[in-house]
Structures are given as structure tokens and as C-alpha cells.
């Protein structure tokens, strides 16, 4: 393992959302070093969704640094106002919000219904894993360091200041990559006064809080994360993308079952697919991993992984048109035509329910708001924590409306067909 | 071959630079998604300089939507102002504009001097081969139109205008990369006021002029490219990672050469690191192609290349320190201790001299301003053409500036050695 | 009356909001440079609250511009588009966009409530008024051009294509306040994505409507203009600010109908204040007209006036406190305190209600959408409009929030005042 | 005089330059709310460029709160880095750098030819004269607190590292007003990197020097201020306008002095053209004393001072063409020609000479760089310091170029001439 460097001065790092990354802890800099953090930089923070934005092709890595970043000027700002803030855990929060991604699998989320362990556990495992740099750098810190680490991440730290700083509705995570991916894709929806949020939270007892003339500014920052939802996470095309990603690995994953593919792809790839994946093998994946075996397959014997796999490459995304729940009834009739196309339907006629995995309402109809899953207002004049979407009709708006959208994709040829036409048309209630 | 579809309605891309990328003509359209502009996604813009930085993951397919987009607008607004431009290349110029960079290697410029032909000669190549998608949309706009953008492409077509405004002084494709670079990286200095570039622009009989009134739009062009020469693409770190590809590529072909690589290696590789290649496999290679190699060599038998390979996905660059001329007769010394420190001094010890192969020169000291390589004031009052370093002093600056920076990249183990230190001491002169 | 000029070429203005505004009719730069438009230099856009934001100094004259500019780009987009627009009306709708606002009072809407007459009926009038340069221009184009465009800015123009242009719910004039207030203060809530608002407009019959693909960028439109109201326009200090530019000229005027402030006030001034204002006169007047004079009346012989003016000037505004209805019972013992302290009520102690006047509601919960005061969505497939706020929750969110909020207005030196205080805290449902 | 108040919590100020401008200290909020720092909102930053420029209608009062905030900036970067810098006059430095400005004139830089004394000697007046509220809040930090900000800002504080940081080659006053000018005007060249100049300042011993990483920092920053010349102080409409402002003024000098202007002219701005204007009158001055004063003066007996105060308001700007020196012999048959067309010479035929009074070189060639003209870069390996230019090709360029431009001001109507246009085409050698 490679030797540990120190730094002495203040390390600055260019960055297009926040201008510069500060850095003064040598320990901070030793981590972005090692190897576990430089894979994110093989890894897009948006996964397929760069096939809708030629922009979104930033990575996981410097939205990581964004995230310490962040962390980085609430905690100075909590400082320079005198709060409440246990600043003995700030190396430790800092350090937590850095690494909180290290654990994610290739083209990010888009594989996270694929696998069998959310980002967040391989994450914690990189942690304690005594073989990675991350955890002996962690380690020189003081025995046992890298263990609350973990506990950060994972949610277990005693100390719910802390977690919520890094998990939270409100946390630097969220704030970093809204304006990140925004920058990225040229999308402005994503932006929201940054600057002003870090200045109105203040840390009261164990909660995250907002002060009451923040209203706005939180409102600005939940509609953005609703329009990003929208414009990027769940456009037509990025979506087209995550489910072609995924009809490929799993076409990919019942050939190795069947051990067909093993000679055109790498060892840790197939652990991958088969579910059995070693900690070194699983880090030794990026998106590179997944596009050099799709260009192996992509002339392999299996025709459809040769095409799926093509598809990904080229571009050849399947096409959508809006699915209500009431056209179910005609799915049959779609797969039979797609069939007919030429094409499994297997495949090849995927409906896509969006809105209900990838969205955390901020507040159920029938929920109690509780401590972890709401932002709370607080009013100095009387000390009253306040709910916000109970006194912001726009974000009640927005919480209540959780409504997925529902898509059917299908090979363009489909479309051509008089027969899907007229399937379309004849539904009078169909549509958005 | 897939089945080609046109487009009717205006298209539009979102576009972190132009905001939005308009596509009106359907040929263009069918050229976007053709597999072997997709495959630009795939390939970094700026080589390995996402080492230095960590924003600049964008692709070449972004610049390309770009250069076209600037095209798009120039010729707008030609028309706007009825100059006397010959429109009826319009679809021509925007078409070999979106194409010029379609034969990029991986990492785009950083494998330049490993290779034997430049990526202007494989675009011409792409375009003109019949077996390429590209190839097949081109002549389905009229039998022989590849070979007219090929020849725009290597600026044999006849009409200068044309070929000026894809490759020259103050060209679509500097205007865009620019810009975007500078965006991408957060690196401001490479903002200019393209609005305003595009105004002041006019064509005069065969050449691509610029009003007097725009001398300061084109003196902070100028600057703006001086100044993202040395903040990003000659950045020590840059420069570091780009030295490294070249040696993990050259110790490759040293051991390919030796029969030694082949099991670890695809095909295409192989044939590309013994300088055979087709256009088939060239076409094959991409960004991720290299760092999947790179993840298979860092485990492989030679010793060198394990470490060279590794070295480059960890991030583990030579470290550099200025080294004039005058030094050189120190540098067996230094490869001496190169060697003690235990590395072979072949693959690290490199004497890195920028700015002769990158940056091209406005105007030589000796040189006679031409045509094609300088850039002309057009004053309407007496109707005369000056060459702009010849009217601003700045402009004259840069021109003459054409110092390259030596560097001598080494292993930081070898900045430890206090021999290496008292070495740079020793000089008076030494640094830049 | 000056010799007007015309013009040949493109002419361009530099912006800080549209990066250049394009001038290609003579006409239309010789209004601009009419001594009517000259005048909307010299008259703040937000009225007071550059008092609130050192940056909202910007001018009237550069929102018209605007206007026109945005106009400018939507009828482009519509010829690109080949939509079915009366372009024979093209130069008429950008004349209206330009001159809509000439007849703004100083400080623009901030004395509207002070004045018996709209601006839009002033603006009207320098239309049509026979000794304005502004006539004189409009009147060059063909006799009675000048009615065309004072009917059109006062929506009796029989084509409602061209009034919605000017005056809708989604009309050139916000469009671009909402962007050029958001850049002036730095109040980032108000940018939205300009470009894809004009892309999804179409005229559609009679109506400007956007195509159902445009519904989140309309949501983004709405909810920055809802975040404006709040962070800008009724901005806690923007309307301490008006509310004393109101005191003042009400003090003012009681003064003048008893002939006492004659000597020391200009003759125009006089005149509006007696409320029998010439058009000649009004077109005298400006925001340096309004300072000129306070600072003569800031020592005058008025006690009151010669605070009030003061105040203005040097920025001792009343301060605020939140008082619902349910304080008004407590409202005459606050009177009697603010005399107590030395104040008189009258001027000193001033309920402002916000959120009735300036705010236009986009859907009353009683109303049925009419044809001018909603946004229409098309969609295509089956030719379908529908009201926007019926498919937005966070736009019915908005549309239904016309609770008004109620401000005490008195001196600081009140707030000092236990008895001030204890009021307060009596409150139990005070607040917010 | 007012009671002042104190704050305790941080408060910030919305800025579209800086984001936010954040205030801890009580006296410096005090010292923002003053009169004289409040009646900066009245004075336009640039003077007349507002008629070149739609959005150059910020004010000192904005760019004051700016340096300020660089300052603060700065400082706060020196105390993170724990360099070597007196943090004992951090308020000193701070409120020198806000109240540096506090002087101005009507129009900021456009009168100050008019004037006798400069702007920086009434600033100093105004700190020290006992009658203001500037001079009470400075007062109450400490008896004689106000003289040593009288001192740093005529520069005479025994400190210069402090003095330096106020006036000098890279002080706050010109990194915040190219950003600000730039940012407001729309147009970007005057855009640099802020964070990064902090980051590579540093003070050594009484200086403030620039490691020698942050050379192209400099450069950026110098080209930026000659950018910002050229394309706005220095441009032939910005030009114009104070030409015309200066016009104005001195023939209503000639008829103050003949005793004609007296009833239609504020006693302040009486005196202020008599020159004898005290400290009280001097400071009720602002830009909309000379608006009001020209609309009266419009209407006035006197035919040359109405049609000059019309032009202003209007803006009928005097036309410019180049003016070499060598043209000055045909100077009289322009007078004459100017005289027949129907103007008087004296103040309609202007030949202006710029770059020479507001634009300070950085180093003229027979000038040995000095301890305070120059910017110097410092090497830490061997301890040196280097004067910029010495070291950069761009610098010494611009350092160098100091041949002024000159232009001939002459009425429109003049260049109809015939006569006129044969003067102009004679000249061989003509022309910028």
C-alpha cells in the first residue's frame, strides 16, 4: 500500500459549483487520495442520465468533494455564529460526508435495483474493511475511527446532529448534487440560494433546524429537488437508459447463470452478476468495466445481449409513451406486437413505474412528521418548531403529490405499427 | 445497419454553454446518433486532464454539439446581415463542423503522440469509409457528399470560407472548446464573449474577418486561450497525468511486442498498441477501453506496468519540478537516483517540454503573416485588412511568448532524497 | 422637435440580462432614442426597494428594452417554427412591448396608489399625444400607426394574439422583470429557463398557449414569480420604503392645497401634487425630480414633512411587525403610544396590507378560467387545452395563497417601548 | 442626530457581485446607515457610462458595501493561513475601505475634472468634521478613532500593509469595481477570479505580495482592468456623456458667475459652481441634484446652457470620430464649420484626450518599479521578490501601452457635411 502523504497549507481543489474545495486536514487530503475515493472518478453521478444531457457526465467523485465541502461551510458558519455544535465530531462529520458514497456501484443508482446491497452497506463496508486505503488512513487517525465513521454513515452514531448533517432532508448530500447535477446538465431548475440555506439552519438540541425567515429559501430548495426530479432523474430518456442498463445486466446475468459468458468477461464482473462479489472485486468495477464488456458483447453469439448491448452503446434506446394503470389491460395485446416486430417482449416491452422509488416525500397524507423525516421551522419569539409544509402551501403541494408516473417503452418499430397507434388512440382517458 | 429516421420539428439539446443546441435538419439529426459520433460520449474532451480538475469529465460529443452550434449561429447570423456568404454550403459546413472530431482515440489529444496518424486523418476516414453509419446518412443526402465534407475535414475543399470556418484562427471549434473547458473545470480565464465574437465577424471574398470595433473581443479570445493553455491544458498535473498514459501505453507495446500482453488485452487493443489497427477496432476504442486494460494490467505479471497502470487509476502521478535547459547536464545524476530509489528511470524520469506541440502561434517572429494563419481586422472606412498583432500590444505579447516550460517529472520518493534537494539548490538560475 | 435618424444596420445594446439587444428597424431606434424613453433612465424598475437591495438601481429604460428584446426573440421563434402568427403586426407588437411602460411615474408602481391615473393610461397618452417625439416617430410609419399601438397597450386592439404579447398571464413584460429584478438584487429565485419558455410558446388561434411538454418550466415560471413577490416586491423594507414615499407626498400635498410648500417645490411637481397634471409637466418628472425636492423640504418649516423627507433620504424607515386583524382592537393604543412618543399617527403608525395589490392571482377558487387570465396547455395528440393550475399542484398551491399579509408600520423607538412589547407577547396567535 | 443602534447578530446584505455582504460589527452597520454613506444610493458608480450602458446604474453606495467585503475577505484568508498580518487595525482596514469613497461628487469620477479639490480629500472631510454622523459613530469606537481613518485614507497611516490594502496596485477598491462594473454592464471582461487573488495574496513584512503561483491570477486581473477601460470608462459614448456633463456645468458656471442662474438653482449647487461650496452643502449634492437642476436649466433664457441640459437628459450625445494629433491643423476649419452649421466652438467642438488621466500604468519604461506602483510576486524557495511585469509578457504589454486616444466631439449635423467628410478622407494616415 502506497505511503501516506501530510499536508502542511491549505490544499485548494477548482471546483464548478463552489468555486474551491478547501482542504486543511491532512487526513481529509490523504482520503481523497486513495484509491477507493479516485474509482468515484470513474463513476458518473448520474448514471445513464448523460444520455439525455450530454453535460451529465461529471462524477461521483467531485460531487464527494462537494459534499464535504458543504459540510465544510455549515460547520464554519455554525462557528462563526456561536451555535450549539458538538465541534469535537467536525473531523468526523466532514470525513463521513466525504466517504458516504465510496461504496456506489457502477453508473451510480442506475444499478441500485440490481443489486442485492444498497451503495450505503458497501459504503460502511469500505470503511471497515482492513484491507482499503480508506480505512488505514482512517485508522491513523486513532484506533477505532474508522468504526464511528461507519456508525455515521450508517445511521447508528449516537449523536443525531451529526447523521442528520450527512443523511437527512436537509443534508449536505442533497445540497451538493442538486446544484451539481444542475451545473452539470445546464438544467437550472436545480438552483437554490446555498448560501442563504447554510445561513438560516442552526443546529437546537439534537435537530437540523430552520429559522422561520428561511420559509422561502427551503421552499426554493424542495422545488428545485422536485424539478430536477422531473427535468433529469426521471426525463423519458434517462430512464430509457437505467432500463436498458438493467435488461442488459439482466440478460447478462441468466447467460452466466447458464456460464455462456464467462470467456468474454472480466472475473469480478461475473461475481458481480452472480451475486457473490468480493469487496476487492466489487471496487475494481466502474462505469469503464460495464462499457468495455458491453463492446465484448456486443459481437458475442447471444443475440440479444449482442443487441441490448449495442443498443447501450449506440444509443438505441427504447422509446416511451405514457401507461396509465387502466391500459394494462392491452399489455398483452402490446407484447404479442412486439413479438411480432421481431423482438422479446421480455425485453423488449418494459412498463416503468417512476415516482415511487427514487422520490422521499417529505411528508405522507396520513404521517406524523417525525423528527428525521421533516424540516423543521423554528421561531425564536416563542421557541415553536413548526412543520414546514404545514405553513407552505407549495411544498404541501409537492409532498402530497406522489402520483408515479407510469411508462411503457418499446422499440420505435412498435410505433410504426397501426395497430399500437390505434390501441393509443382508442383510449380516451390516456395520456400524461 | 439500423434504420435511419428524420425529424420534421425543431430539436433542441440541452447544452451547459450555448443553453440549448438547435437541430432543424434532419440529416444532422440522423448524424448525432449515428454509433460512431455516440461512441464520443465515451471519450473525454480533455484527456487526462480530469486529473487536475476534477469537472472536466466532458465529452468530445458535447464539443461536437458545440463546434456545430457555433457554425449554426455564425451562419445565422451572416444571413441575418446579408454578407456574402455562400449559404448554399450551409448544410456542408455545419456537417463537417459536427464530424471534424469523429476519429478521436481515447483521452482525445493525450494519445496524440503515441499515435502515428493524427485524428483529423481517422475523421476523414469515418466520413469516408462506406462501412460507418456516418458514411450512410452523408450519401443519403446526395452520392458523393461524404467526400465533400471529408475534404472541408482536411481543408482541400476549395472554398476557404468554408474550410476557415471549421479549422483556423477563429474557428467553431476553438470557440467552442473554450468556452466549454472553461465551464467544465470551473477555470474562469476561458471566457470570452462569444455573442459578441459572432457580430463582429464577416466574411470578405475568401476570408473570415473581423471588424475593427471587435480588436478587444479579439484580443480577450486570444487571452482567454493563453490563459486555459496554461491554467488547464499545460497544468503540471495535467501534463503528469498525460505522461503517464504514454508510459503505461509505451510499456504495453514494449511487452505486446514481446508476444507478452495478448491474454490480458481485447483485440482491438492489441492491434492499436502495435500500430495495425482498423478503422473497425479503432473505432472500438474508447476511454473506458483503456481503463478496463489499465484494471486488468495493474494485476499482470510485469512488474512495471502493474505499477505504471495502477499509478494512473489511483491518481499516483510523478511529481514535477522545473527543469530549464541548463539543468539537463544534472539529469544522469538524477536517473541515477531514480534508480537507487528503485524505479527505472525509462518510465520515471521524464523531461517534459509544453508549449511547442500544443500551441499554435498567432505569428512567428520571422513569419509573414498569411492568409490562413493569422487573424485579419477588416476597417470598412478604407477598406483595409491588418493583421492583429500588428495593433495590439497584448496580442503581440502572447504571439512572441513562445517559451516552452520544461518540466522534470520523478516518483515524490525521490523529492525526499536530500542529494535531489541539494541538486536543485545548486542552481542559481534554476525555476521558471 | 430633433432630426431622427435612420438607421441600416443591426445595432446592439449590451444587456445584463439578454447579453445583447437586437436593433434592426430604424424605427424602433429612433423611439428608443425618443426623449419619452431617455426619461425611463432616470426612473427606477423597483421603485423603492433598492432600499432593500443595494443592487435594484436599475431603470425602467433598460426593462423596456427588454421587453421589446424578449418579443423580439418569441416572434423569431415563431417564424423558425413556421407557427401561424400575424407577422404583418410584427413591428407593431415590438413598438407596443417597448413603449408600454413610457408613462411611468417616478418610482414606478411605487406611487401608483398615490396617483387617479395608471401608468398604462400615461403611456397611452405620450402614444397618442400629437406634440411627444414618441408620436412623431410612430406617426413616421404611416398616419394613425400611433392609435394601432396605444390600442394594443390598451388591450382594445382587435387581434388578442398581439395584446397577450404585451399583457398576459405570460406575457414579454414578466418575462423579463422577473429575470432582470433577479440579476439586479442577486436574488437568484426570479431566473427561470427563458429559452424554453419562447420554445414551448405557440400561438394558437387566438390564444399564446404551451405545448404540455412545457409544464414544468411554466411551474418553474410561476413559483419565480411567487418567490419575487415575497423576496423582492413585498419585501418587508421595499415596503417601508413606499410606504414613506407615500407619507411624504401625502404630507405633501396637504401642504400644497394650502399653498404653503409653493416656493420651494418645482411647478410640475406642484401640479401632480394638486393632482391636474399636464402630460408636459408628468414627462418632467423623474426619480431626481422626487429627491431634489425632498432634499429642499428636509428643511423646510413642516416639521413633519422635514423628517418624513429625511427619512427617505437617509434611510430611517419605520419598522415593522406582523399584525393580523385580530391586533387591529389593540390598534388606537398603539396610536395613542406613537403620540406618546412624540409622533404623529397619522404618518407614523401606518397597517399595510400586502399581497392584494400587486399580486394577480391566476385562479380565483370561484372563477372559471377565462381566456385572458389563465396559461392554456396544448396537447397535441388530441388538440387538447387545459388550464395549468388543473394539472400542477404546486401551481394550485400558489394560485389559491391570496392571504394577504398584515404589517404594523411605526418608528424604532416604539419597539422600545415596554408597553409596546407586553402588547405583543399578549398575542397568543400573533405572529408570522 | 439620529440615535444610533446596535446589532448583534451577524447581518447580511443581498449583493450581486459578492452573493451576500456579511456584517458582525455594530459600528460598521452603524456607519452603513449614516446619511453620508446613505447618500451614496444617489451617485451612479460610473458616472455617464449609464448612457453607453442600459445597466450601469448601480451606485458607490454598492460598490462601498463591496470593498468592504473584499476586504473582510481577505482578512479573514490572512487569519486562516495565520499569516503575518496586524489584525489589531482589522476594523480600521474594514471601515477605511467602506468610507474610503464617502467623498464623491455628483457622478462620481465625471466631475472630478470640474472640481478643485479631489474626491479622496472630501471623504477625508467627512470623516474628521465633527458635524457628521460618520465622524459620531467613528468617535464612539474611541476618542480619535476618526483620524486614524482620515489617515489610511489620505494614505499618511504609518502602516502601509493597511494603506496598501485600500489604495494600492491590487487593492479591495479595484477588485470590487471591475467585478461590479462588469457584473452590472453586461459586458464580461472584467471578470477574474476573486477567490483565487485572495488566495495567493500575502502580506511579507510592509507589503502585499502575490506567491508566484498566482501569476496568470495577475495577469487576468490587469488584463481585466485594461478590458474594462477600453470597453467601458474609456468608451466614446461613456466619453460623450461626460464630456457633455462637463459642458453643461461650465457654461452654468459663466452664467453663476455673471449672476444669471441664481433663481433657478438650489443654493448648494450654486456655491458648488462658485467653488466655494461648504461640507454642508457639498453633501446634499447628488446625481439627482444635476438631473433636477438641468430640467429647469432646459427651459432656461440662456439658449446654449438649455440646448446643453437638454442634450444631457435626452441624450443627444456630441458624435466622435478619431482625432490624431496630427489633425489639429484642420482644428479651426472644424470650428468654423461647427460655427456655420449653427453651434458655438467653445462647447460643441471637443477634442478629448484619453488614457492618459484614468488610466494608471503599471510600470513606465523609464521607471524603476517602486515599493507601492508595482505588484510583486514572491518566490518562496529562494525568498525573492519580482515585479510582475518582469516576468509577463501580457503585463509588460499592456504596463507599456500609454498612447492616449484622441477624438473630435462635434454635433451630428456636422458630419452631413461635406466638407467635413473631405477633411476626414484627406488624411492619409487617419483613423484610431
Known amino acids: ?23 486543511h486536514d491532512p487526513i481529509i487530503w490523504n482520503l481523497m487520495n486513495t484509491k477507493e475515493m479516485q474509482r468515484l472518478r470513474r ?33 464554519g458558519a455554525f462557528a462563526r455564529n456561536n451555535y450549539e455544535w458538538p465541534h469535537e465530531y467536525d473531523r468526523l462529520t466532514l470525513i463521513a460526508g466525504l466517504l458516504h458514497d465510496v461504496g456506489h456501484a457502477p453508473f451510480s443508482h442506475s444499478l441500485e435495483r440490481f443489486m442485492t446491497m444498497r451503495h450505503e452497506k458497501w459504503s460502511v463496508m469500505v470503511v471497515r474493511d482492513p484491507t482499503t486505503e480508506v480505512h488505514e488512513v ?5 484506533p477505532g475511527f474508522s468504526e464511528l465513521v461507519a456508525e455515521v454513515i450508517e445511521k447508528t452514531f449516537p449523536v443525531p446532529l451529526i447523521v442528520a448533517m450527512v443523511s437527512g432532508q436537509l443534508d449536505a448530500d442533497r445540497l451538493d ?31 437540523l433546524v430552520v429559522r422561520d425567515s428561511g420559509i422561502h429559501t427551503v421552499e426554493a430548495y424542495l422545488l428545485a429537488r422536485y424539478f430536477m426530479y422531473w427535468q433529469v432523474y426521471f426525463h423519458p430518456v434517462s430512464r430509457a437508459g437505467e432500463i436498458l442498463l438493467h435488461t442488459v445486466l439482466t440478460r447478462a446475468r441468466q447467460l452466466v447463470e447458464k456460464n455462456e459468458l464467462s470467456a468474454l468477461t472480466p472475473p469480478a464482473l461475473l461475481a458481480f452478476l452472480r451475486g457473490d462479489v468480493t469487496l476487492g472485486d466489487y471496487l475494481s468495477l466502474d462505469d469503464a468495466t460495464l462499457f468495455a464488456a458491453f463492446t465484448v458483447w456486443r459481437v458475442s453469439g447471444d443475440s440479444i445481449l449482442a443487441d441490448l448491448a449495442s443498443r447501450f452503446l449506440d444509443r438505441r434506446l427504447l422509446k416511451e409513451v405514457a401507461w396509465p394503470k387502466n391500459r394494462d389491460s392491452h399489455l398483452s395485446a402490446v407484447q404479442q406486437l412486439v413479438k411480432e416486430v421481431g423482438y422479446d417482449p421480455n425485453y423488449y416491452c418494459i412498463v416503468d413505474e417512476t415516482g415511487t422509488v427514487y422520490y422521499d416525500y417529505y411528508l405522507g397524507s396520513d404521517l406524523v412528521p417525525t423528527h428525521e423525516n421533516a424540516i423543521w421551522l423554528y421561531r425564536k419569539s416563542d421557541d415553536r418548531l413548526t412543520e414546514v409544509s404545514s405553513v407552505s402551501r407549495p411544498i404541501q403541494a409537492i409532498a402530497a403529490d406522489h402520483h408515479p408516473v407510469r411508462r411503457l417503452y418499446v422499440p420505435r418499430e412498435v410505433f410504426r405499427e397501426a395497430r399500437f397507434q390505434r390501441l393509443l388512440e382508442d383510449e380516451a382517458n390516456g395520456g400524461r
Chains 1, 2, 3, 4 share one sequence.
Not at 138 to 142: G, R, T
Open 177 to 207: 448534487y442538486l446544484m451539481r447535477d444542475s451545473v452539470a446538465t445546464g438544467v437550472d431548475y436545480g438552483t437554490f440560494d446555498l448560501a442563504r440555506i447554510i445561513r438560516v439552519m442552526e443546529p437546537r438540541k439534537d435537530r
Open 1 to 23: 500500500m502506497k505511503r501516506l502523504e501530510m499536508t502542511e497549507d491549505e490544499k485548494v481543489i477548482k471546483d464548478p459549483v463552489h468555486g474551491y474545495i478547501y482542504v
Open 43 to 75: 463513476i458518473r453521478q448520474l448514471g445513464a442520465a448523460y444520455l439525455a444531457y450530454p453535460g451529465g457526465d461529471h462524477s461521483r467523485f467531485a460531487h464527494s468533494l462537494g459534499v464535504y465541502e458543504v459540510i465544510r461551510q455549515i460547520i
Open 138 to 142: 482512517l485508522e491513523s487517525v486513532s
